[in-house]
């Protein structure tokens, strides 16, 4: 059974019952709900809030990388939310928030420019633009090569999403890396959460290499956005 069979056909784990509540209830309730339930358990959240179906709940699942889907019903909607393995999303995810106090605006400028890559990842040499949003990294892993990198962003209340998404175009060696990254802005400070993923040849090893990556992000990424943004 696949993922989207699974959220289709697979009776629930939990049901949260969330009808005649507003945000921001829905989604924290639903947080809550996720945080306590295991890995490959379904979550079913019940709602009437257009606002919920429509940019919370879909936020909420985007960001720890679980698959959704909404079913409309006649008059309220049902949101399916699968809580991942790590080994399906192929993702490592710094749950710990990095807090920095500095403008939420600032810090998401900061992490429009792509070379903020080579603060927490060794592998990126350097970085250069082509466009708007098309990068060109070089990296060395093993062997130094170049790659395509692409940025997007999605935004909702309080939050920035932005994604950094790079592919290797060698037919033999297809393979897909991508950082997202969630800031918050929680008006005193800024919060930002780091995922970083990678669906390829030799999963294992590079899975290692995030490992230190997400590491390394808590680590250094602090004191790189304050030396950048204070000049």
Known sequence: ??????????????????????????????????????????????????????????YLAKRFGYPYIIIKKEDYYVVRILKLHEEEKGAVQLNDEIQVNLPFNKVTEAFLDPSILMSFVPQVKGVKQINYSAYSISMKYIIPFELPL?????????????????????AFLKATLGFDFFIYDHKKYTGIRVREWYEGPLKFMWKNEINKHITLAKDKLPTYLIKLISN
């Open 150 to 170: 692409f940025i997007k962003m999605e935004k909702y209340p309080n939050t920035i999403i932005i994604k950094y998404e790079s592919y290797n175009k060698i």
């Open 1 to 58: 059974m696949n993922i989207e069979e699974k959220l289709k056909n697979e009776k629930p784990t939990e049901i949260l019952d969330v009808r005649g509540e507003e945000c921001p209830i829905p989604e924290t309730l639903a947080a809550k709900k996720l945080n306590k339930m295991s890995e490959g358990e379904v979550l079913e959240v019940l709602t009437d809030h257009q606002p919920a179906v429509d940019v919370t709940l879909p």
